[in-house]
């Protein structure tokens, strides 16, 4: 319901005003004096228009309306003096000096009020819908410019966050490098002194077996023994080298082709240790041919090697799929 505020001195006129305008439904505030309607306006500022008479004591409505339109928030505020006939044209131009929009004169014709306040009350819900559509605008472009700001900051997190991983890979690479070629050198070393412990360990078991006592044979059996394993441990890493160190790419490749070249090189351990070899049908997979063949090497011969003495150990290698991959296993 929109809010027209009525100023006039005499009771009689602001009741034959709000009469007339009666049947529109309008929510009237009626003020008896310039200072009446001031005091409205500090607490109430929504106004679609101000209805008031021009000639009132101490404060005219002239004086009244440059003291409305004084304050920023009520200059929008439609003022229409109601006045007399015989007022002169003077005033008319003060009045619209004043601010004035329009101006009813007396006695007041119904039909032209109603149709006066009719059109201005149009007008002020059509401005009060601009408003809030632009204030919904304004929200919306706020709302934009926070979320292309953040998209800006994403942005450039991302382009950080990239520039560190690709440092990161690089110095990783690095490192892989220098570890690569650490162990390179030092199990290549390694060979020459542990060369040189197994064949004095040899030759003294060779030429010395029988004036050597029982635990300088067993001493020299624990030499010759975890010189073999070292042998192994050193031999490992210098094929974990050359494999790091590769450039071979994958190849999609047959597993149960890799596995029968493994057999093969295996043939002898298997019929020494009497081992069964049990294998399903494996998938063909994208692989480094090389290293697969060597896991599947290291790993069957572990099994046989590492079996309890009295058992055939029985070595089973299967397939599983792990979420749509198939997988290799050995048993």
């Known amino acids: 319901m929109q809010k027209i505020l009525l100023v006039d001195d005499r009771e009689d006129n602001l009741l034959s005003i709000e009469t007339i305008l009666a049947s529109d439904s309008y929510n009237f505030y009626k003020a008896r004096s310039g200072k009446e309607a001031l005091k409205i306006l500090l607490k109430e500022t929504d106004f679609a228009m101000i209805l008031m008479d021009v000639k009132m004591p101490n404060l005219n409505g002239f004086e009244t309306a440059t003291l409305i339109y004084a304050r920023e928030k009520l200059r929008n505020i439609p003022i229409i003096f109601i006045t007399a006939n015989n007022d002169g044209e003077e005033n008319v131009f003060k009045g619209y000096k004043a601010g004035a929009v329009d101006y009813i004169y007396k006695p007041i014709n119904p039909d032209l009020l109603r149709a006066k306040v009719g059109v201005f009350i149009e007008i002020y819900k059509k ?102 394993r070292m042998q192994l441990l050193i031999d490992d890493i210098l094929s974990f080298s050359r494999f790091s160190n590769s450039e071979e790419s994958f190849v999609r490749t047959d597993l149960n082709k890799v596995l029968q070249s493994v057999l093969s090189d295996l043939d002898v351990a298997v019929k020494e240790k009497n081992a069964q070899i049990e294998a399903t049908v494996l998938p063909k997979v994208s692989i480094i041919p090389v290293m697969m063949h060597q896991l599947f090497q290291n790993l069957i011969a572990n099994a046989i090697k590492f079996s309890k003495p009295e058992v055939d150990p029985i070595v089973k290698i299967t397939c599983e799929k792990v979420q749509g991959v198939a997988l290799p296993g050995i048993i």
């Open 127 to 228: 401005n009060h819908r601009l408003r809030q559509h632009e204030q919904k605008l304004l929200a919306t472009n706020i709302h934009l410019a926070k979320e292309i700001e953040e998209r800006a900051k994403s942005e450039a997190q991302v382009k950080e966050l990239n520039r560190q991983l690709m440092e990161n890979i690089r110095q990783l690479k690095a490192s892989n490098e220098e570890l690569d070629n650490f162990a390179y050198i030092a199990s290549h070393d390694l060979q020459e002194p542990l060369r040189k412990i197994r064949t004095f360990s040899d030759l003294l078991i060779n030429r010395f077996r029988n004036e050597l006592p029982v635990q300088a044979k067993e001493f020299l059996d624990k030499i010759d023994k975890s010189s073999q």
